[in-house]
């Protein structure tokens, strides 16, 4: 029976496609290339939508198909692309949301005069998600996995000719490529100790997954260790986190579909994919999670004192990748995925609503906002669905989601459950802050907002109605959607205590915020006027990139400088000094020719001399 | 062999006195004549090796013949052109000469 995966292929092959036309036309095309790109996206989410469908509906076995590439003795790489559970799921998230940023950037790109380079730009981002999402062998995906990082690259540099624009591309490429180069040792020392040098994921389930001992442990931790290292810059994890908030220089569309919903979760979804590898490794297991539970209330505490609306949310969406990654890190890719799952539609919806939102005021600083409520219905709506679905109000989706790694945390370890409480506290409250000072109150900005038109709303709504009601694909009483993902029952354990904890904070943090920020009841300044030192810390982002500056940028400017004098001094140095010595050799030259004759005979009376004398002097050697 | 160290000595003695005047002396006739005193000095060492030499023949007497007839030439080239210098320039001082610079 032919399935519908055998033409999975065709998903970003749209895309690819759209990016090429678009190119080939150049910026001529204008608003007709937007289409072309929403077209592409739009069939490709249908594409996508089919796949999974087929394999929601019945038990259709995994998919996989591949042709060798290079070949080199008897070793040959072959590239491929593969169907499973887990990717037909990222297949609809990556389409679904990219369609969404796709139309809704419509609206908001409308006035730029590079506006069918920025949708080229999209699509080939689209094609390489959907490309790494669908890879068949480590060697493809990272093929990708670099791709989406230029396009990463090139869309936060979109507006180019804005300093800080520059410096933020230039920033999260080179971080994440910290991480890229993690990740490229890992795939070699795999191919290097994988039996055959096979290096796709079926292979890697049954060396790391079911047999054991083929790979000793101490190269599989640091495997697992190089790989998880990609998977960190990616996600923005501590201690490479500092490229994302930064990236939100970047068009706001781009913010929602890269830097929240899904190149980030590419790490997440790496660690997902070799998660075998893992498995086999407590040490790297247990880095993880510790990894992941402390980004998460790290990030989660620097958004509660900054004051640009996209940059709360980008350390929001580091804090959420930190959650995944703690779930994974605990053992349970199924919540991982779940939260990932949800968090793509949520926190797209909240950076499209940001966008909405400085689409009309032009200010990202939400102290200069206020008072939107009323003038712009329905952004207010949706952003405040998916801020409480953020904040893991039930019964929206980031509730559920949230419960889901919780409970895994608590299964794990008492002090990741602890934590990951504390930071859903923080995420709540700040959450609340933000929403209370854009929408709520008096206007305090000048600006005459507006609602934004409908080509942005109407995502804003799907994604709203998505933030609300995904969830339900998995609650504690129905372990469905994580026996789909994994192909293994889960027990169904609905644990009251998470669920009452989570609540309770989360209600908490938005009530302490509406007390704080809406009503007035607790003063603004109650932490800042007593404790100024707190404050300036997570106001400074905890001196990080005060860090990373002085400790290795300036160093490293330092040596630049130095190789810079080297060349300058030394090198340009002795190409100097040859061509000065020739041409002092020619200035005594055009002396000696004075045109007197009896110089001339002088001169050649010298040679001679010397002729003779090198002659008689041969005796004596 | 006496004889042949005393014409060569003497030859020397002749050529290092015209390759003086070539060298240090300003009025270009003395010039001339110091290279006729270099050029005699040669012819010299010809006549001497034709009569004193290992294979004494006289080869060395023609060669010095011609060397005379050619140094009569150059003598009267010579001449001539340092009368066309002296028109151009009214000076025979070899100092003042640098044509061969342009």
């Known amino acids: 029976m032919s399935s519908l995966a055998e033409y999975a292929w065709l998903v970003p092959v749209f895309p690819a496609a759209a990016f090429a036309a678009l190119t080939a036309m150049g910026r001529g095309a204008g608003r007709a290339g937007a289409w072309i790109g929403t077209l592409a996206s739009l069939v490709s989410l249908i594409l996508s939508l089919l796949i999974a469908g087929q394999r929601l509906s019945g038990t259709a076995e995994e998919y996989s198909n591949h042709f060798d590439w290079i070949q080199v003795g008897n070793t040959t790489l072959p590239i491929g692309f593969e169907v499973t559970n887990l990717t037909s799921l990222m297949l609809v998230v990556v389409t679904l949301v990219s369609f969404l940023v796709n139309l809704y950037s419509q609206g908001y790109m409308k006035d730029d005069e590079r506006i069918s380079t920025f949708f080229a730009y999209v699509a080939l981002f689209s094609a390489s998600m959907l490309g790494l999402v669908l890879s068949y062998n480590l060697l493809t995906m990272y093929i990708f996995w670099e791709l989406v990082g230029v396009c990463s690259f090139l869309l936060v540099g979109f507006w180019f000719r804005k300093p800080e624009a520059r410096a933020a591309a230039k920033k999260a490429f080179i971080v994440t490529r910290i991480g890229d180069l993690g990740l490229l040792i890992a795939i070699l020392l795999l191919f290097w100790y994988m039996p055959n040098h096979e290096l796709d994921f079926t292979n890697l389930h049954n060396v790391f997954g079911t047999q054991t001992g083929v790979i000793s442990t101490g190269i599989t931790t640091l495997i697992a260790l190089l790989i998880f290292l990609g998977a960190v810059g990616k996600s923005g994890q501590f201690p490479l986190h500092v490229w994302l908030p930064d990236a939100m220089e970047g068009p706001t569309p781009i913010s929602a579909l890269i830097h929240a919903a899904t190149m980030v979760a590419a790490g997440v979804f790496l660690v997902a994919r070799t998660f075998d590898i893992f498995h086999a490794s407590q040490a790297a297991m247990d880095t993880v999670a510790v990894i992941g539970a402390f980004t998460a209330i790290f990030a989660a505490t620097i958004g509660l004192a900054q004051n640009d609306i996209k940059r709360i949310l980008a350390y929001s969406t580091v804090s959420q990748l930190g959650y995944m990654m703690l779930a994974l890190g605990v053992g349970s890719v199924s919540a991982a995925m779940f939260h990932l799952f949800t968090h793509a539609f949520f926190k797209a919806l909240l950076f499209l609503g940001a966008g909405s939102v400085i689409h009309s005021v032009h200010t990202q600083d939400i102290r200069e906002m206020g008072g939107l409520g009323g003038r712009m219905k329905i952004t207010a709506w949706t952003f405040g669905i998916g801020a409480l679905a953020l904040s893991g109000i039930p019964p929206l989706a980031g509730f559920w989601s949230k419960d889901a790694v919780l409970t895994a945390a608590l299964d794990g370890h008492p002090v990741y459950f602890v934590v990951g409480v504390v930071a859903a506290f923080f995420t709540a409250l700040y959450m609340a802050r933000l929403f209370f000072l854009v929408f709520a109150g008096k206007p305090r900005g000048d600006a005459h907002a507006h609602e934004s038109p409908a080509v942005m709303t109407i995502p804003l709504v799907v994604l709203a109605v998505l933030a609300a009601l995904a969830g339900f694909v998995q609650t504690p009483f129905n372990g469905w959607f994580g026996e789909w993902l994994t192909g293994e029952a889960e027990q169904e354990h609905a644990s009251g205590l998470v669920i009452i904890v989570s609540t309770a904070v989360g209600l908490l943090g938005v009530y302490l915020g509406w007390l704080i920020y809406a009503k007035g009841t607790v003063r603004r300044d109650i932490v800042s006027s007593r404790m100024p030192g707190v404050v300036r810390l997570l106001e400074r982002k905890y001196y990080v990139d005060e860090l990373y500056h002085y400790v290795i940028v300036k160093p490293l400017e330092g040596l630049g400088k130095l190789l810079i004098a080297f060349d300058d001094y030394v090198v340009d140095g002795a190409v100097r000094l040859a061509g000065m010595s020739a041409s002092a050799i020619g200035r005594l030259n055009t002396r000696l020719q004075s045109g007197q004759v009896q110089g001339y005979v002088l001169t050649a009376l010298i040679g001679l001399v010397i002729l003779a004398l090198a002659v008689a002097g041969r005796r004596f050697w | ?102």
């Open chain 2, 1 to 102: 062999m006496n004889m042949l160290a005393s014409y060569l000595t003497l030859a020397a003695v002749l050529f290092c006195v015209g390759l003086y005047g070539v060298l240090t002396k300003r009025n270009a006739i003395i010039v001339l004549l110091s290279i006729e005193l270099m050029l005699n000095a040669v012819n010299l060492n010809l006549v001497a090796f034709s009569k004193y030499g290992v294979q004494p023949s006289l080869t060395g007497q023609i060669f010095s013949l011609f060397t005379m007839t050619v140094a009569a030439a150059e003598a009267a080239v010579g001449v001539a052109i340092l009368v066309a210098i002296y028109r151009a320039k009214t000076s025979v001082n070899v100092d003042e000469f640098d044509e061969l610079r342009r």
